[in-house]
């Protein structure tokens, strides 16, 4: 098994490439299906990404019980077959986030992205004494995943990084630019920076102008080279390759996700199926695209696969 990687050894690698969330797999009785996903956390890791983000949203990180969740990182830690950096995930209540960080560091992963606590309001130095705590309870280098009712504000991250020497990273899903610009000027050489915004891609020309490169990808899950052909357009300031991927598949595939709250899990789900890697169902209280949906997304992922190889055959 490789040795984890020090929180500033993680770091180096977050600043740099794309980055991939895979899909927790579950079986028709809905419970966790190794084999698939083991086989799932291989491939990914082969197909050019910079991280593997386990159990985490897109991992349905929420309906997984805490055996679960160890299962599905030994799982990838044993399926990873080269040195791709592998984090989990930790959230919830302090110490239920707590208890996942300590079966995280026993896994042996690299990392572990902190998402926002779980059906509360919180204040900013409530969530302060939560990111503190669960830092401070493991040597893991944290990602914190500022969203929904987890924002961290600029002033509340000035005072973390000063706190928790392992809070490696901030990763923005709310997209307010004057903050995410307040904060990067403050702290750049400190954090990485993550671009963390659902259907990232169309967040990511802006984001890079904003020297933020790194963003979290969920088609990476069913289109990994098509999402790395778009990566490496934005990284070069490829603006028409980008338009036309825009128009072709990131377009159409975001008015699909927007339609129904927890799509963002969904949507993907429905993309791997239609490629043919099924991950299964999504568990309740998520709800899977309805039949028009899935036939009305499977012609735009085709296109997005032709897109891709049609690019790859012109740059051989």
């Known amino acids: 098994m490789t040795s984890p990687l020090s929180p500033e050894g993680l770091k180096a690698r977050l600043a740099r490439g794309l980055l991939g969330f895979p899909l927790t797999d579950f079986s028709a009785d809905g419970s966790f299906a190794p084999q698939p996903f083991g086989d799932r956390v291989r491939f990914m890791g082969g197909q050019g990404c910079s991280a593997l983000f386990v159990a985490g949203g897109a991992g349905e990180f929420f309906s997984l019980t805490k055996d679960e969740y160890a299962g599905v990182l030994a799982t990838a830690v044993a399926a990873r077959d080269n040195d791709i950096p592998l984090l989990g995930a930790a959230g919830g209540g302090t110490r239920d986030a707590i208890e996942h960080a300590a079966i995280a560091q026993r896994a042996g992963v690299d990392g572990l992205l902190l998402l926002p606590p779980y059906l509360t309001e919180v204040s900013q130095e409530g969530l302060r004494a939560h990111i503190a705590a669960i830092c401070n309870s493991t040597d893991l280098g944290i990602i914190v995943y500022s969203r929904a009712n987890g ?9 973390l990084v ?10 923005d899903g709310i997209g307010d630019t004057e903050e995410l610009w307040a904060m990067r000027t403050k702290l750049g050489g400190r954090l990485a920076f ?10 990511a020309p802006s984001y890079r102008a904003m020297g933020v490169p790194t963003y979290s990808s969920a088609v990476y899950n069913f289109a ?3 999402a790395m052909a778009f990566f490496n357009a934005v990284q070069a300031g490829d603006l028409a390759l980008i338009d036309r991927m825009m128009q072709a598949f990131f377009i159409p595939y975001g008015r699909i996700r927007a339609r129904q709250p927890g799509y963002a899990v969904s949507i993907v ?4 199926d239609i490629v043919g890697r099924s991950a299964g169902k999504v568990r309740p209280p998520l709800s899977d695209l309805t039949r028009a949906e899935y036939e009305e997304l499977a012609p735009l992922i085709d296109a997005l696969v032709q897109f891709a190889e049609d690019a790859h055959a012109l740059a051989r």
Do not use: H, Q, S
Request: glycine fraction near 6%; aromatic fraction near 8%.
């Open 151 to 159: 924002r961290v504000r600029p002033e509340t991250l000035y005072r």
């Open 162 to 171: 000063d706190e928790c020497p392992n809070l490696i990273a901030f990763k």
């Open 194 to 203: 993550l671009n963390g915004m659902p259907t990232a891609e169309v967040y």
């Open 224 to 226: 990994p080279r098509a």
């Open 269 to 272: 789900k429905a993309g791997v």
